[in-house]
């Protein structure tokens, strides 16, 4: 549209804008800006608040600031951006700051603002401020709101306040699968406190909400604890019943159960369930499981086969390298970056595709940083690049912001003589 010589209007910018802050495009967006400026259009609030929220999602917070400081006009849009963004990136007392600003300026709170404010409230443990936050959300008939009401609980809840967390629950006219979550978690944290745990549970399913994985893990470390056999049965039928049996966190959170319980014969069917699902906590549980009940020659004999499934991965991967490579591929895409990482890492010999596999996996998940730290061993240990390489990483330095890693990519480009490659091109033309 702008090599056609088309001029943009303020509703083209923002949608752009948005796009560009969805996508982690900030160099982009930073192009889009410099429009703006060009344009005169930076100064239009709905603009502004535009750039505002590309910043706070994809660029420095310095950025952020530095916008939000030349606004002249400012409304609820703009103030609720930065003080969520501030949060999500866990600048807690500039957020808690800025919502005081916010109301020394005489603009009102939205929902949003409150749950951003409430949550950086409890991340410092200032549970007197937060509970003039509360206050505010009272007065302005947002306390009920079940978005907000969950922060609140969650404020009592990780400030320890938990009498104060139960009787705003006893008050809230709405809740759901968070606000039940919270309270669980809660209770199941301290012995004292889980037979109470237990009762919300079977409340819970009295009332017709229904428990999700998070739910399932909290009442079971509560259950483990205090060695209930029974409950531990009719929880492991729920979980059967919710199709969630084959999530490997409920399945170790059975194995602590059970072990803890006693009923090691229950352990061994869920460990043998898990085949190749089994990571690192399944196998210490059971080892520890057994401990717990003396049962001392079948921990060894299992500390033996954890060995040896150790030495058979490390087999595996050493005769057959796209073994390898199709792990950390399908690790990568699952979104488990730690396995991924875990199978590159015990990989004697890398091809280029585990590779890129890898940056791939970090890129895709957030991890701009990562993937280019590995793009630098990658360029260390010889490996040759191909154009696959070049455009994860490219889209890698947008995540980041960093012209500099991108022209390093460039030249890194150059030498591989695939500058010519239409896609490549196209990437380095965005940076």
Same mark, same amino acid.
């Given at each position: ?148 009401? %969950?922060? #609140? +609980?969650?404020? *009592?809840?990780?400030? /320890?306040?938990?009498? &104060? =967390?139960? @009787?705003? $629950? !006893? ?80 399945? %170790?959170? #059975? +194995?602590?159960? *059970?072990?803890?319980? /006693?009923?090691?014969? &229950? =352990?061994? @069917?869920? $460990? !043998? ?159």
């Amino acid at each position: 549209m702008r090599r056609a010589g088309i001029v943009p209007l303020n509703c083209i910018l923002i949608s752009t804008l948005s796009s560009c802050a969805s996508l982690v495009w900030i160099m982009l967006g930073q192009q889009v800006h410099s429009e703006a400026f060009k344009l005169g259009l930076d100064f239009d609030v709905p603009v502004s608040n535009a750039l505002l929220a590309m910043y706070a999602k994809s660029g420095p917070v310095d950025d952020s600031r530095l916008v939000f400081r030349f606004m002249v006009d400012k409304n609820y849009v703009t103030w609720n951006t930065i003080i969520s963004g501030l949060d999500q990136i866990e600048y807690f007392e500039e957020a808690i700051k800025s919502f005081c600003k916010m109301r020394r300026a005489g603009v009102v709170p939205s929902n949003f603002t409150l749950i951003s404010t409430l949550n950086s409230c409890a991340s410092l443990g200032l549970i007197m401020l937060g509970q003039q936050v509360h206050g505010e959300a009272f007065k302005l008939g947002l306390d009920s709101d079940v978005s907000v009401s %969950n922060a #609140l +609980l969650a404020l *009592y809840a990780d400030t /320890g306040c938990l009498a &104060e =967390c139960l @009787k705003f $629950f !006893s008050l809230t006219p709405e809740d759901d699968q968070v606000s039940w979550n919270t309270v669980i978690g809660s209770l199941s944290v301290s012995e004292s406190s889980i037979s109470e745990a237990v009762k919300y549970y079977l409340n819970m399913m009295r009332v017709g909400v229904s428990p999700n994985r998070v739910i399932f893990i909290n009442i079971l470390a509560a259950v483990s604890s205090s060695s209930l056999g029974k409950v531990s049965q009719q929880i492991h039928a729920q979980v059967i019943k919710y199709h969630i049996a084959d999530d490997t966190a409920i399945e %170790n959170a #059975l +194995l602590a159960c *059970y072990g803890k319980c /006693g009923q090691m014969d &229950e =352990c061994e @069917k869920i $460990f !043998s369930r898990l085949s190749d699902r089994k990571d690192d906590v399944s196998w210490n549980l059971m080892i520890s499981g057994y401990r717990h009940n003396n049962l001392w020659h079948k921990a060894m004999v299992l500390e033996r086969g954890m060995e040896l499934h150790a030495s058979a991965l490390r087999a595996c991967l050493e005769s057959n390298v796209l073994v390898g490579g199709a792990l950390v591929a399908m690790y990568s895409k699952c979104g488990r970056i730690d396995y991924a990482l875990r199978f590159f890492d015990m990989m004697p010999k890398r091809t280029v595709y585990s590779w890129n596999s890898m940056i791939s996996g970090y890129a895709r998940h957030g991890y701009g940083d990562k993937a280019l730290r590995l793009f630098s061993r990658m360029i260390e240990s010889g490996q040759r690049l191909d154009h696959f390489t070049v455009t994860t990483v490219l889209s890698a330095c947008a995540s980041v912001a960093t012209l500099e890693h991108g022209m390093e990519v460039h030249a890194s480009a150059l030498r591989a003589c695939l500058e010519s490659d239409v896609v490549v091109g196209t990437w380095e033309c965005t940076c």
